[in-house]
């Protein structure tokens, strides 16, 4: 079956310009999940949902970062006034909920900021 | 907070060669523990996971054990193979919270 897809899949964004990427989970995922990745490291939490409920956004960097999931499905990072230390690569998971789930990986939107 | 650190890459094997990547973590409570891989080209994936102390996962001849005596939860496979040449990362997530803590990440080369 299809998997966790994002778009675009790459973004070049002057500073100070907003940006809105896309998450596609997978059909039926309860859990969705933001990370950002820097160069060489490993995934840092952004934010999570349950259905359409944001149950923890403790990882946003700052109040110029939104996630919604409105109908508990498709999801949408917002960045606005976007900042040279914005670029990464952003990655969406879902999962189908429940302690210890395991999370499925989209391929990631790598935006730069210029 | 909780963390996790696991090893500096790269490291280089040969086909055949024991793999060991190394993997503590700082954690409140009772972490479940992860392993997740990224092949070139691809998103990341689960390898394994363990939930509870001693429960050891496993997957595709990988290995590795939950060990809450010494914070530990080391990759290991007895024979790698050029195919799994990848990033590995380790990563732990709290009871009945959502937040997942990831390493920086091990890139594991394998020569034929």
């Known amino acids: 079956g299809a998997g966790v897809s994002q778009s675009p899949r790459y973004k070049v964004a002057k500073r100070g310009q907003d940006v809105a990427l896309r998450c596609d989970p997978i059909?039926?995922?309860?859990?969705l999940f933001w990370y950002q990745q820097a160069l060489g490291q490993g995934p840092e939490f952004l934010t999570y949902?349950?259905?359409?409920?944001?149950?923890?956004k403790s990882g946003l960097p700052s109040d110029r970062f939104f996630a919604e999931r409105p109908e508990g499905s498709v999801s949408t990072l917002k960045i606005q006034r976007t900042q040279q230390e914005d670029s990464a690569v952003y990655l969406c998971?879902?999962?189908?909920?429940?302690?210890?789930?395991?999370?499925?990986f989209g391929p990631g939107t790598r935006l730069l900021v210029l | 907070g909780n963390s996790v650190t696991q090893m500096e890459g790269p490291v280089t094997l040969s086909e055949e060669a024991f793999l060991t990547i190394n993997c503590t973590y700082t954690?409140?409570?009772?972490?479940?523990l992860f392993w997740y891989v990224q092949y070139p080209g691809e998103g990341l994936q689960l390898l394994l996971k363990?939930?509870?102390?001693?429960d050891k996962g496993s997957n595709k001849g990988f290995e590795a054990t939950y060990r809450k005596e010494t914070t530990s939860f080391h990759l290991e496979k007895g024979s790698v193979q050029v195919s799994d040449s990848a990033v590995y990362f380790c990563a732990l997530s709290d009871t009945g919270g959502f937040k997942t803590i990831f390493g920086a990440g091990t890139r594991l080369f394998v020569k034929a």
């Open positions: 949902f349950q259905n359409e409920a944001q149950l923890d």
């Open positions: 954690a409140t409570g009772y972490p479940s």
């Open positions: 059909s039926g995922h309860v859990s």
């Open positions: 998971a879902s999962g189908r909920g429940g302690d210890s789930e395991t999370q499925y």
């Open positions: 363990a939930t509870k102390a001693d």
